[in-house]
């Protein structure tokens, strides 16, 4: 698929359909995701792909907020970052959450971020148990690795409105 293309078909998505993903997309997306570039080529970004129901579930309780939809998703990626493989992981697991999604829209597949990284699993105790501590607790993630995000993705329950264009000068200046 053309980039224009696939950069006006990605929407974040929240509802998918109960269809199974096929192995062989799965595999592409992360093919394509791990291509992504990084920081001094560490290629420090790991990814852990999840399609068990019960612990997809598990993903999207998570959060008490933000998160529930995941338990209606045939498949979500966890992207996490090699802390002693590169200080810039974050920055690179961005890059390739990107990318991901990117590559899911490319393979006929919707997506949508939820948000890992230090947030809490409770809204009202910003400070309290974090959603990278509850996630550990049964996935097989090491503490050396820093949690992003998972990326949800499935096939869509429905077709997005296009995004409106963008505010011109107020978030492009040409110098």
Known sequence: ??????????????KFLP????????????????????????RSTRLLV??????????????DYGSAFVKDAPAAIIVAGDRDASDLWLD???????????????EGLASCWVHVNARPCLKDQPDGRKADDYLREFLPIPEHYGILCAVALGYSDFHPAPLPPYEGEERVKWL
């Open 92 to 106: 690179n697991c961005a890059i390739t959450a990107t990318t991901l999604q990117l590559a899911a829209v490319d």
């Open 1 to 14: 698929m053309e980039l224009k293309k696939i950069l006006d078909s990605r929407r974040s998505t929240r």
């Open 50 to 63: 999840v399609e068990k129901p019960e612990q997809l579930e598990k993903i999207a309780s998570m959060r």
């Open 19 to 42: 269809r199974k993903v096929e192995h062989d997309k799965l595999q592409r997306i992360v093919d394509m995701a791990l291509q992504a570039p990084s920081s001094r080529n560490t």
